[in-house]
Each structure stands twice: as C-alpha cells, then as structure tokens.
C-alpha cells in the first residue's frame, strides 16, 4: 500500500511539473515593416498610388474610420461607449471591403509583469474583435496579436503617457 501511495504522489507532481514547463519566447517577433500610421510603396491594389489613397487600402481605412486605435482604462478590456464609436466606423468600412483582413493589435502600458501586460493586451485585441464580429464583420478576416506593454505608442512615465499605451489598434493588411 505504501508503494503504490508514493508511485500516485510521484506521478501527480510529474504531472504537474509537466505541466507548469510551458514559457512563453523571450523574444517577441520583429516589428512590421509599415506602422500603422505608414503606407508602403505601391506595388499593388492596396497602396497609394501616385499620391492617391487608393481605396480599401491601410490609408483609406486611417482616413475613413473615427480612429484606428481604441483605448482603455487602467487594468481593463471592456468596450465602453467611447470605443464603441470608434469600432462602429471600423466595421462599416470593413462591410464596405469584404475581402479586406485585419490584425488588431493589444497593446498595455509599462506597469505590470510582461505575463500580465501580454494577457491583457491579448484580451482587449480580442475584446475589439469580438465586438466587430458582433457588428457583422466575420472573424475569420481577423486575427489578434499582444504587444503587451513592448512597443508604446508614447514614451514617459506618467498617466498621460499610459493612457495613450493602454490600447488596441486595428491594422488593415495589404
């Protein structure tokens, strides 16, 4: 009986050992090449095209919809009316563009461990996406990555700075 009480203990914390060995990558991937606020060169139906925004473009979207970027309080994910406004305009110019794909991007401000900035942020890029998927916008046209707190919009440490970071931002892809 003793053996096969201490054969059960010793396999439950393998187990559970097992278990707890998953780490997420200390190096997050490379940033892209075009930010949200840049075109790149055009090279097909997506670009600007000798200074012309072209339509269904990164740079129609920036200039048709309210704002690309959604923010959110201290240690929060929900969509409040603010966002709302904003996510309302995003997924009319996404029914306009069926064939258009998106990545919305989390993003949190410096405070917090990088675990918790990247839960949060992966949390209010999903809150972004469930709410455009609710608008009619299907969800298999996004897909939602967490910078956590890794490339801030603003610099400084101070409310100002954090409000600013504490976001999501939707990216059309080319």
Aim: net charge neutral; aromatic share 6%.
């Amino acid at each position: 009986m003793f053996k096969l009480n201490t054969g059960l203990i010793l396999a439950t914390a393998a187990l559970a050992v097992a278990g707890c060995a998953k780490k997420r990558p200390e190096v997050l991937p490379p940033a892209p090449t075009a930010g949200p606020l840049q075109e790149v060169a055009p090279t097909g139906p997506s670009g600007p095209v000798g200074g012309e925004v072209v339509p269904g473009s990164n740079a129609d979207f920036q200039r048709s919809v309210t704002s690309n970027t959604v923010l959110f309080g201290l240690d929060q994910y929900d969509i409040d009316p603010a966002a709302r406004a904003i996510l309302d305009t995003q997924a009319a110019w996404l029914q306009r563009y069926p064939d258009r794909r998106i990545t919305i991007e989390g993003h949190c401000d410096e405070r917090g461990t990088r675990e918790y900035n990247l839960a949060l942020g992966d949390r209010r890029a999903n809150a972004a996406k469930n709410y455009l998927a609710a608008r009619g916008v299907n969800a298999s046209r996004m897909s939602v990555i967490s910078y956590g707190s890794e490339r801030p919009a603003a610099t400084g440490s101070d409310e100002e700075a954090y409000a600013q970071n504490r976001r999501a931002v939707t990216i059309v892809l080319g």
